[in-house]
């Protein structure tokens, strides 16, 4: 059974028949095909549960259960050594009006020493990095060759409507087979990023994402740097017999999206990087996994953030970490000054749900040696300044005028669940004495595994109507601005934090629970956490029917998205 | 903040909202919300009734993020990093001395002397512990290096994320053998 995409603007849901159909339809043995597979802990359907901690027991009465959907693993059937190996990303240079052709396909990836049937575009892992001009316009042309429709969204960019990439609402899906010409004119400098609209909590698991990295023209936009790098992170679900198959008519981990248990940078468990003492390494950083916010440090090393999704902050300053929620980027500049390795980590404290306790919890994502050569010092020392990007400010002053009004709109978060085991809603009404305003870890995998979108919706709610998720009809005109009022409401079901997607626009964080924001940055992309009101500024400067929703891939296709119109012509 | 925002406050945290009912859509819409601390992570501060002028004090500790260019501030091993705001009402200047704000871990291991309050008994202070407590002790004088409090507790508070607890016997693991866990 493959994936079914979810119409985001007029999304169904399965009923109960189809479910049963599902069931029965359901491929015993699907996940065993992946290569060495056994089938020791194979549970009906070709099910096995994600790997849990061995303090967390089994909840009672769910032995054996497995998610209301069928189980979904790509190229079932496909001899993997027919498939082509996967290559690391290539970097493609485009001028105005270049075009690159690029097909998604299966390739066989290896990953810990196994060989998995996964995605790629153009066989790539990340996908082609495409570097452009600000200002220019590149022609991008996909074929789909993979056996589930999709489409390729560019994310941040503020591109014509037509070009977003959304199936049901800018486009028809990409089927199997099928071409779809992209036209991405790239108005802002910025680290944007491309993947699947459809169904992308498997898709863009399966390794279909890529950067877009559009240059500004000033060669003074940035600080100095001895070179640039991207970083990738992602996380894919895995146990010592392979990946956990994805739910096919529905996503499972609906209620905390799916949290991996490997981590990749650039696609590599094992990434490493070569620099000189006082080396300032540009980093370039892509949240692209379904759920898992990180926390990357550079232990030893110096870390100066510079900017964010659509550009540059106002003013650079120094940091210990770099938060990054899925979908967002962030561009840091670090130095190394202490010779040796260090390690690129993600540290978090976790929480351990069934003993009540936060734990702190490193995952190696990567390891930089540091030679005792000595980069050159003029970048090095030039690295103790701290910039005011004065353009920034002037952008951002002719938005000023509207920072203190009052909201124009106000939208809130939450959850609507019917169907699930009694054992998880227990469970629930006693874990609320205490939600986290984030979610680290994936402190309960078989109550999340078992979630589904079937039983789960997450709901943005217009306060002022009360209409939900496709319900809401918001619609501006070009040259709006729009102030926004997230919150994210504590007194759900399971209260999480989402981050907040605008598509075609861009927007500021204004204000975090009544406190101002004292450094700006153009977003499209931002994180609410539980209880938190983020309040934004949204310029509605892109005509077209655009998407709002959260970037947790199972929350998305739970259902939490809308489109709003904005009225006019493109200026 | 008056005795009934705070009373008000305290329904919130610990009021009877229905964690696993169904939330339906609003029936009306609603009106124009302000924007203000998380009510949710917000915790009382209660009075000891160890100290004259203080028995009838209550106060509040609202938590909100510590300024940081991603909205989410973190420490670089992953705390959150908060900044409360303290207010305190109907508590009395004391006669001698000063009430000095020590925040905590609920072990104990690590204390920490945050200042002391001012005239309108209120402060804010920063913290990136998972689990705090506050604690609010009348001392002789305000020592920044003080180690721990030698004075009275006056009035303490809990971190919501304090309320966190195991859930052996609790709920779906009930039966759960809690030895085996280390209980």
Redesign the interface.
């Known amino acids: 059974m493959r994936p079914t995409a979810t119409d985001p603007a007029r999304r169904g849901r399965v009923s109960a028949l189809g479910l049963l159909a599902a069931l029965l339809l359901a491929m015993p043995g699907a996940a065993a095909a992946q290569a060495g597979m056994t089938h020791r802990a194979m549970l009906p359907g070709g099910w096995r549960m994600p790997p849990m901690d061995s303090?967390m027991?089994v909840?009672?009465?769910l032995g054996g259960a497995v998610p209301p959907v069928s189980a979904f693993l790509p190229g079932v059937g496909v001899d993997l050594s027919s498939l082509p190996e996967a290559k690391p990303s290539v970097v493609v240079e485009m001028a105005d009006g270049d075009t690159l052709d690029i097909v998604i396909s299966l390739v066989r990836r290896e990953i810990l020493g196994r060989d998995y049937a996964m995605y790629g575009y153009n066989g790539q892992y990340p996908g082609p990095l495409i570097r452009a001009e600000q200002g220019s316009t590149v022609v991008v042309r996909v074929t789909n060759e993979i056996e589930l429709p999709s489409s390729v969204h560019w994310h941040g960019v503020r591109i014509e409507n037509r070009f977003d990439g959304v199936p049901g609402v800018t486009q028809a899906p990409i089927e199997t087979g099928e071409s779809f010409t992209y036209e991405v004119r790239v108005p802002d400098a910025g680290m944007f990023w491309y993947h699947p609209h459809s169904r992308e909590d498997v898709q863009q698991d399966l390794g279909l994402y890529g950067n877009l990295l559009v240059s500004s023209p000033d060669p003074g936009y940035f600080g100095p740097a001895h070179r640039e790098e991207v970083l990738v992170l992602d996380d894919i679900l895995m146990d010592d017999q392979g990946m956990i198959p994805w739910g096919g008519e529905s996503p499972t981990h609906a209620l905390m999206g799916r949290f991996g248990t490997v981590m990749l940078v650039n696609g590599l468990t094992d990434y490493h990087l070569d620099v000189r003492r006082g080396e300032v390494v540009r980093f370039y950083l892509t949240n692209v996994a379904n759920t898992r916010t990180f926390?990357v440090?550079f232990?030893g090393a110096r870390l100066k953030?510079v900017a964010s999704d659509i550009g540059k902050?106002e003013r650079e300053?120094w940091?210990?970490?770099?938060?990054?929620?899925p979908a967002e980027r962030?561009v840091v500049d670090v130095r190394f000054d202490r010779s040796g390795e260090t390690h690129i980590l993600n540290?978090?404290?976790a929480?351990n749900?069934?003993?009540?306790?936060?734990y702190?919890?490193v995952d190696t994502l990567g390891t930089v040696s540091v030679s005792e050569e000595l980069a050159e010092s003029a970048i090095s020392q030039g690295f103790e300044t701290l910039r005011e990007n004065e353009d920034v400010q002037a952008d951002i002053d002719g938005f000023r005028q509207h920072f203190a009004r009052?909201?124009d709109y106000?939208l809130e978060t939450?959850?609507?669940?019917?169907n699930l085991p009694l054992?998880i809603?227990?469970?629930?009404?006693?874990?609320?004495?205490?939600?986290?305003?984030?979610e680290?870890n994936d402190a309960m995998p078989m109550m999340n595994w078992l979630s589904t979108g079937t039983q789960v919706t997450w709901?943005l709610?217009d306060?002022?109507?009360?209409?939900?998720n496709g319900d809401i009809d918001w619609t501006f005109d070009v040259g709006d601005v729009v102030k926004i009022?997230i919150?994210n409401?504590?007194?759900?079901?399971h209260p999480m934090h989402h981050p907040i997607h605008v598509h075609g626009q861009r927007y500021l964080?204004l204000?975090?629970?009544?406190?101002p924001?004292?450094?700006l940055?153009w977003k499209d992309t931002?994180?609410v956490?539980?209880?938190?009101?983020?309040?934004i500024l949204v310029e509605m400067s892109n005509p077209g029917e655009w998407m709002i929703h959260c970037h947790i891939a199972e929350h998305l296709h739970a259902g939490m998205m809308f489109s709003f119109e904005v009225r006019g012509d493109a200026n | 903040m008056t005795a009934a925002s705070v009373t008000a406050l305290l329904a919130v945290v610990f009021g009877s909202a229905s964690p696993g009912a169904p939330v339906r859509a609003a029936k009306a819409p609603v009106t124009c919300s302000v924007a203000e601390p998380p009510a949710y992570y917000a915790f009382p501060l209660v009075s000891t009734r160890r100290v004259p002028g203080s028995g009838r004090a209550a106060g509040v500790g609202q938590l909100t993020f510590a300024p940081s260019p991603f909205g989410l501030a973190l420490s670089a091993e992953g705390h959150y990093r908060y900044r409360i705001a303290l207010t305190v009402d109907r508590l009395a200047s004391p006669a001698v001395g000063t009430y000095v704000v020590w925040v905590t871990t609920p072990e104990l291991d690590r204390i920490e002397v945050a200042g002391a309050f001012d005239d309108r008994h209120a402060m804010e202070v920063e913290v990136d512990f998972n689990k705090f407590l506050v604690v609010i002790t009348l001392e002789d004088a305000y020592d920044p290096e003080a180690a721990m409090w030698s004075g009275p507790i006056v009035l303490r508070g809990m971190s919501r994320s304090g309320m966190m607890h195991t859930m052996a016997g609790h709920g779906p693991f009930e039966q759960e053998n809690c030895a085996a866990y280390g209980y």
Do not use: C, K
């Open positions: 303090e027991p909840l009672p009465g926390n440090r232990p953030i902050f300053e940091v210990g970490s770099v938060p990054i929620a962030y540290s978090i404290q929480i749900h069934f003993r009540g306790e936060f702190p919890h009052p909201p106000e939450t959850l609507r669940v019917r054992s809603v227990r469970l629930m009404e006693i874990d609320t004495l205490y939600v986290p305003p984030m680290w709901i709610r306060r002022a109507t009360g209409a939900e009022r919150f409401n504590p007194d759900a079901f964080v204000e975090r629970d009544g406190v924001n004292p450094n940055v931002a994180v956490p539980v209880g938190s009101t983020m309040d």
